[in-house]
C-alpha cells in the first residue's frame, strides 16, 4: 500500500528560526511529489512541485528536496515568519491513469513572534 | 483571475436528505478532483474526472456521485447513503499530458455538518 508520513506532526519555532520539514513515501515510483500550505478552514496552496527526475526546487524561501531511492523529500523554510505559521501537506503523485495524489496527514507549523 | 470555485462555503444536511457541492473552474483544466478531509487526516480521494461525460471512483466513493457534463463543472452530491458526511470537501483541478506532470490547484473547501 502506498503511504506518505509527515513527521514531526506539530512544530513550533521562534521567528527567525530555519526549520525542515519531513515526508517519507512507501514506493519510490512516483510521478511528482507537491508541497502545500492550508491555513485553517481553507483550501490547499501548492508551494512547490518536484519533478521524479528532479533533486530540489526552490521559491523564495522555501526548498524542496526529493531523494527517491531513500523515500524522502525536506521542505526547507529559511528565517521563518509568523505568516508562515499554518498546516503544511505532501502528497505524492504516482502517475497512472488517476494522477490524483496521496497525501500525508501534514505537520502545523507555528512561528512565534 | 482564473481559479476554482466552490459553494457554499458551509452547508447543512438533514437526515436522509441528498445535498449537492458546487465545483466551478476557469483555468480550462481538463482533470478534476474531489477530496474529502477530516481533522487530523491527510485527504481521501473521493472521484475524479479526466474528460466531459466522464468519471471515475476514488478511494472512498461509497454514498457519493459526480456528474462531469462540462468541463468548467464537477459538482458532488453527498447522497443519504453516506452515513458519515461531516467533513470538510476539496476540490481540485489539474492540465493532464504534456512531458511533465502539473500541480493540483485547489478551491477553498466546503464544510459539511449533519444537523
Known amino acids: 500500500k502506498q503511504e506518505v508520513t509527515q513527521i514531526p506532526a506539530a512544530l513550533s519555532v521562534p521567528e527567525g528560526e530555519n526549520l525542515v520539514l519531513n515526508c517519507s513515501f512507501t514506493d519510490s515510483a512516483i510521478y511528482n511529489l507537491q508541497w502545500f500550505r492550508q491555513d485553517p478552514g481553507k483550501g490547499l496552496t501548492s508551494l512547490l512541485l518536484i519533478q521524479s527526475s528532479q533533486r530540489e526546487q526552490t521559491s523564495g524561501r522555501l526548498n524542496a528536496s526529493l531523494d527517491k531511492s531513500s523515500g524522502r523529500s525536506t521542505l526547507y523554510i529559511a528565517a521563518s515568519q509568523p505568516g508562515d505559521s499554518a498546516t503544511y501537506l505532501c502528497?505524492?503523485?504516482?502517475?497512472?491513469?488517476?494522477?490524483?495524489?496521496?497525501f500525508g496527514k501534514g505537520t502545523k507549523l507555528s512561528v512565534k513572534p | 483571475d482564473g481559479g476554482i470555485t466552490q459553494s457554499p462555503k458551509y452547508l447543512f444536511r438533514k437526515e436522509g436528505q441528498n445535498v449537492t457541492l458546487s465545483c466551478e473552474q476557469n483555468?480550462?483544466?481538463?482533470?478534476m478532483y474531489w477530496y474529502r478531509q477530516d481533522p487530523g487526516q491527510g485527504l481521501r480521494l473521493i472521484y475524479y474526472s479526466q474528460i466531459v461525460n466522464d468519471f471515475q471512483k476514488g478511494d472512498i466513493a461509497e454514498g457519493y456521485s459526480v456528474s462531469r457534463e462540462k468541463k468548467e463543472s464537477f459538482p458532488l452530491t453527498v447522497t443519504s447513503a453516506q452515513k458519515n458526511p461531516t467533513a470538510f470537501y476539496l476540490c481540485?483541478?489539474?492540465?493532464?499530458?504534456?512531458?511533465?506532470?502539473?500541480?493540483?490547484?485547489f478551491g477553498d473547501g466546503t464544510r459539511l455538518s449533519i444537523l
Open positions: 481540485a483541478s489539474s492540465i493532464i499530458g504534456g512531458e511533465l506532470s502539473q500541480p493540483q490547484h
Open positions: 502528497a505524492v503523485n504516482y502517475g497512472g491513469s488517476q494522477g490524483n495524489l496521496i
Open positions: 483555468l480550462n483544466h481538463d482533470a
